[in-house]
């Protein structure tokens, strides 16, 4: 018969669909890699909570460790907000500056939120979300491992936890300078 | 008469100072440039919404800094490049026409196609298979049976 072909190729014709969603249902939609990775981090130059000047620029030659937070943000940024003060604790005489970035909230949530957390390293609004699209934050929390020599090399999407950034901040730090 | 006039000369300010600041400062930026940027940008926040509709604090941002951006002198297309620069591809809604992502434009016509040959090649077997066949299924031995029966019922 002429066209027996058409009799297996119909159903055949369904195998790449159900491959195409066999990967698409086993892909996570909310897992987007960073085109940012190793690649030179966005400048900055915020005004601290407490009124002081803090830039990328000048951390130059530290390990930066950039937390993207906001006090809405229920329940991950209060989950990792006492492994941020640890790990800064921890690190900040080995090389490692902390710096958080709240981003679209309120001044007094933001404070009542570092004020229960005892935040000690310097947190920063960043108002009109500049700072929060330049590093391609989609949420919050974010944290961004920078190097030395400012280039972005790690990116947690989510609540941070202790073994994640001492892991990270030790790979950094064993780098040469 | 000078009071009049000092009257309306207040309410024209007035009137104009109402309008005037949004206008003075977004008057460089085409607002319908900002939207066209906007509506080809995913919200990040959001399901399958653009930063152009999307009401969520994240778009509105994000069209802050597309204005910004177009002010500064940038081209549509520079400032579409710039949120591609940082968050990838996966911004863009409709995904460029090149490379792998050409796939996604030339499957679906290429499907529409094929099902149009298909239908097409199947209708023209049925319409010339049908009459052709139909009187050769019938076994001959049955036809003349049935001649027969017929010609038993016209008997009296």
């Not at chain 1, 391609?136 to 030395?148: K, L, N, Q």
């Not at chain 1, 073994?163 to 040469?176: F, G, H, M, N, Y």
């Not at chain 2, 930063?51 to 969520?56: G, H, M, Q, T």
Request: aromatic letters at 8%.
């Amino acid at each position: 018969m002429r066209a027996s072909w058409l009799r297996w190729a119909i159903p055949a014709a369904v195998v790449p669909v159900l491959m195409l969603l066999a990967y698409g249902f086993k892909t996570n939609p909310h897992e987007i890699p960073s085109p940012l990775l190793d690649r030179p981090a966005a400048a900055f130059t915020l005004t601290t909570f407490g009124g002081s000047p803090v830039s990328l620029e000048s951390l130059r030659g530290k390990v930066v460790m950039l937390n993207f937070w906001a006090s809405w943000c229920r329940p991950a940024c209060y989950e990792e907000a006492p492994t941020l003060e640890r790990t800064w604790r921890e690190y900040k005489d080995k090389g490692v500056m902390v710096v958080g970035v709240d981003i679209q909230d309120r001044a007094e949530a933001a404070q009542k939120f570092l004020a229960e957390f005892g935040h000690s390293f310097p947190n920063a609004p960043d108002p009109a979300g500049r700072v929060a699209v330049d590093y391609g934050v989609y949420g919050v929390p974010e944290t961004f491992f920078i190097d030395r020599k400012g280039r972005v090399r790690f990116k947690q999407v989510g609540a941070l936890t202790d073994e994640i950034a001492r892991q990270r901040l030790d790979t950094l730090l064993k780098e040469p300078w | 008469m000078i009071r009049g006039l000092a009257r309306a000369l207040a309410i024209l300010l007035l009137l104009a100072g109402a309008c005037a600041p949004s206008r003075a400062v977004a008057a460089p930026v085409d607002e319908k440039t900002v939207h066209d940027v906007a509506a080809q940008l995913r919200c990040v926040v959001c399901q399958s919404l653009s930063v152009a509709d999307s009401p969520s604090e994240t778009a509105s941002q994000m069209r802050g800094i597309i204005r910004e951006r177009l002010a500064a002198g940038e081209s549509p297309e520079q400032v579409r490049a710039y949120f591609v620069e940082k968050y990838g591809e996966w911004i863009l809604l409709a995904p460029p026409k090149s490379g792998f992502n050409l796939l996604v434009w030339v499957v679906p016509f290429a499907g529409i196609g094929l099902g149009l040959v298909l239908v097409a090649i199947i209708l023209r077997r049925w319409s010339r298979a049908a009459p052709a066949s139909a009187p050769s299924v019938m076994d001959p031995a049955l036809r003349e049976r049935i001649r027969r029966e017929l010609s038993e019922l016209d008997k009296p």
